[in-house]
């Protein structure tokens, strides 16, 4: 149950009952924007847990940095899924007590499936991750392969595609998957019936290309997306590095922005001389985009003679988009120092972890987040939810 | 208006008043995704359109692709920002009529923040993207740069990072967005109030590093992260090179992917072998990521000795999880085939355009989704939603 809070801090989710049945990443990220929300999140795994509770990265105990990052704020059942008996058990948590929802990514034992769920509760809602639509397999390492991102990721020129390391479609899927089950709550609250929502990994990404005009833009122009290493496609914006070694990512969205870059870097001579020789203007973003490379070598020439803490100055001074590449590793430093400045880290104590800071939902509502709970054990919850009948 | 269709197919958001003041990719998918479930979503816009509408890629008659993808099915209206009686004339269309969600990136104008709105509507829902949650500017791309993955991304000993080419932190924040304001629509049905949501990108990136367990493994581990190139974290997946030149990524999760690669490719001996003369093992995932240069050097030699549609037939026989990269252009390819198959899936006529393939909702309801919608001209409803009283 939630800790008690000032009522504005329960949680727009509360009273909202789900059970997710699910495993890695997307089915497990929908579950913990709920719970981050307020909803009570009933995480159900196989007998011993389910595989990815020793997912890396592990904690020196050998607990799952990351099965304890997806699941903080659940409360999780364990039983024999390979026993009839035992899914009943899980039925019978789905279908007594308040109207429930349903997240899993497995369609594998039609008894908890949206149809034999609906025949016991019509108020049931049902949302499955699937791979593909057609039902067959796929993750979000096949999914980026067959999507386009990593062949126009990474160094010009290079052959070999770059995978994202983020598993976006699993955070997009993840997400989708939510706003699908909110979606149909909205519905259940007017006409009472539930529904069964589906999002495959694949339809994200695609849908996601399309959204873009990557797909579009295949289909009507004859334009050919290659690699451009971090050239930002379009307008301008790329990383650059100091003289003392800094690395800055820097965007210019707007004609100010442009312009004050010129002030920022004393390079608006230089670029008024190159405009009148070669005939050529750096006005508009598409302008800017087809001379970048001039534009780079310029700016690029800067930045490897200015010193980081000069460079972020003169930028700062003139309100220029930009930031300093961060690690991992200096994010964690000194017990967190650098997440502890923001509001949406708080300190929890798990199990087999110990204390560090974790994520609030970076969902803010009315200028306020809950604060985020530990992951349960496996089966912690079994005397609580299944054994007190 | 949304054509006439079956009841079951009007969208689960139908009734659902969305006024979207916004730009860029964040907030646009934002209301997409709520116009995709059936929301009428109105886009405002700056007389003449909003910087975004000549964002690249574009046709060849100069519309863009990019804006016409994320702004499908919406209604659009453009005023005159700076001048306070049109800013009056977006504030009405907010507040009559039945209740609101306003959905933006920009806190610029007084009058169209939660304050104002709610206090002639207290029903009023408001969305807010930011940058940081402090108020400070960022986009998808100076985020990245302060979240540790592009320092983890390419190939191994790099020390430049490596930009996803993906807007991945615009899409989570569009999609938290929508969660967030689907979650105070839940509250509101109850208890008639509005909510302020706010969703910071830097948040969003942070708060996935840290579900994840990347942050907590910076915290409480000495284990810093490095490039790995394609090869998966904590398991065993990377991509391989076919004898006739197809790239495929493969991904084994379990033990019983595991074996059967291994029948597939002829190497259960060889594997078996090595783990007798090196007294090692290749059984769980730790093991074999930690041996994964040895598991790829046999494996890429025996891709790099088969041709692609040997390779494809030995997997997909042994139900191994795998996918051959595709790029966009072959996506798009006479006329979007490779698409058509899908029913994520439908024809558009977009005006500067012509007829192609657009995406669907990624999110299927009841086994069905609403069919794309044309995104608007500039001041295309100005009539119709602003013009008549």
Known sequence: MPPEELPSRKGLLSGLRVVEISSYVATPLCGLTLAQLGADVVRVEPAGGAADRTRWPLADSGTSLYWSGLNKGKRAVAVDMGSAADRGRVVDLITRGGPCVVVSNSDRYPELGYEALS??????????????????????????????????????????????VLPAWDIAAGLYLAVGLLAAE???????????????????????????????????????????????????????????????????????????????????????????????????????????????TLLARWFAGTRFAEAAEALDRQRILWERYRSFEELGR??????RKSDLFDEVDQPGVG???????????????????????????????????
Chains 1, 2 share one sequence.
Request: glycine letters at 12%.
């Open 119 to 164: 025949a016991l509760r019509p108020d049931v809602i049902h949302v499955l991750l699937q791979g593909r639509a057609d039902g067959g397999a796929g993750v979000d390492y096949t999914v980026q392969a067959a999507t386009g991102f990593p062949l126009v990721t990474g160094a010009p020129g290079a052959a070999a595609p770059v995978n994202h």
């Open 334 to 339: 000194d017990g967190g120092a650098a997440l």
């Open 355 to 389: 204390p560090h800071l974790a994520p609030k939902s970076p969902i803010v509502v009315d200028g306020g987040r809950l604060a985020p709970r530990p992951a349960p054990a496996v089966g912690e919850h079994n005397t609580q939810l299944l054994d007190r009948e």
């Open 186 to 296: 909205r519905e259940r609250l007017v006409s009472g019936r539930g529904r069964e929502i589906r999002v495959a990994l694949e339809d994200v990404a695609l849908a996601t290309a399309g959204n873009l005009g990557y797909l579009a833009e295949a289909q009507v122009t004859d334009h050919e997306r290659t690699k451009s290493g971090n050239d930002v496609f379009g307008t301008y914006g790329r990383d650059f590095e100091t003289a003392d070694g800094v690395r800055m990512m820097v965007v210019i969205l707007t004609e100010r922005h442009w312009t004050k870059l010129l002030t920022a870097t004393g390079l608006t001579a230089a670029f008024e001389g190159l405009a009148e020789a070669l005939d050529i203007g750096f006005a508009g973003e598409s302008q800017r985009y087809e001379h970048r490379e001039l534009i780079s």
